[in-house]
């Protein structure tokens, strides 16, 4: 079975404070994803990655940055948390770029953040 | 980009069946997905269409038209587990998935 973790299921930041989000797979993945979820508005993506050291912006990547330094590990970085990045941060991996099924991402359990 | 549309919430009653519709607009398509999200956990996949027609796995099944940009996903003798939103989600030739807000599924005895 896939397995994706994150660092963290809750976590409460002050404004303006550095945040780090971990997130690792174990079944040597090529994409990791990273989303944001929030009531009505649904799952959107804010950074991914397809391979060790790349990354690509996704939807709204404002206020984020990501590092990818090992294939398993795919960390999402807050510079300066503001009260409107208060949100569940959801991780997710999958096997190969544009292979349909196996286009099917594997979600880790996810971090809540409250930025105060 | 995506534009996808499924209802915000459905309720039915346990043993019933639903049938939730997602429609999307597409600049690029490559297969559709289904998943399940419990409250506080994390999705989970159910089901992959890429072409026409219908898809079944036990209670499940799903359902695409790639012409008419539908698909819907049937539920079967509804348990009250079943309570959960259920998430539409188009996927693109880079292997992104562009998520639908999500249908919330309230089973009652």
């Known amino acids: 079975d896939v397995k994706v973790t994150q660092s963290s299921r809750y976590l409460v930041k002050r404004t303006g404070e550095k945040v780090f989000l971990e997130c690792v797979q174990d079944?040597?993945?090529?994409?990791m994803f990273w989303y944001r979820q929030d009531p009505g508005l649904g799952l959107r993506l804010i950074y991914f990655s397809y391979d060790v050291k790349m990354k690509e912006k996704g939807d709204i990547p404002e206020g984020y940055s990501v590092s990818r330094e090992k294939k398993e590990r795919f960390s999402l970085i807050l510079e300066s948390a503001s009260t409107n990045q208060t949100s569940m941060y959801l991780c997710?991996?999958?096997?190969?770029?544009?292979?349909?099924?196996?286009?099917?991402?594997?979600f880790g359990p996810g971090t809540r953040l409250t930025v105060l | 980009g995506q534009n996808i549309d499924q209802p915000t919430e459905m309720t039915a009653t346990e043993g019933a069946i639903v049938q939730i519709n997602c429609t999307y607009q597409t600049s690029g398509f490559n297969g559709l997905f289904w998943y399940q999200q419990h409250a506080g956990e994390a999705p989970t996949f159910l089901s992959y269409n890429v072409l026409d027609g219908l898809e079944e796995k036990g209670r499940f099944s799903s359902f695409l038209s790639r012409s008419k940009g539908y698909s819907y996903l049937l539920l079967k003798e509804l348990q009250m587990k079943d309570s959960a939103s259920y998430l539409c989600?188009?996927?693109?030739?880079?292997?992104?998935?562009?998520f639908g807000a999500g249908t919330q599924v309230v089973v009652t005895p």
């Open positions: 997710a991996s999958s096997s190969i770029r544009g292979s349909g099924r196996r286009n099917t991402q594997y």
């Open positions: 989600a188009v996927g693109d030739s880079w292997g992104k998935l562009q």
């Open positions: 079944m040597d993945h090529e994409n």
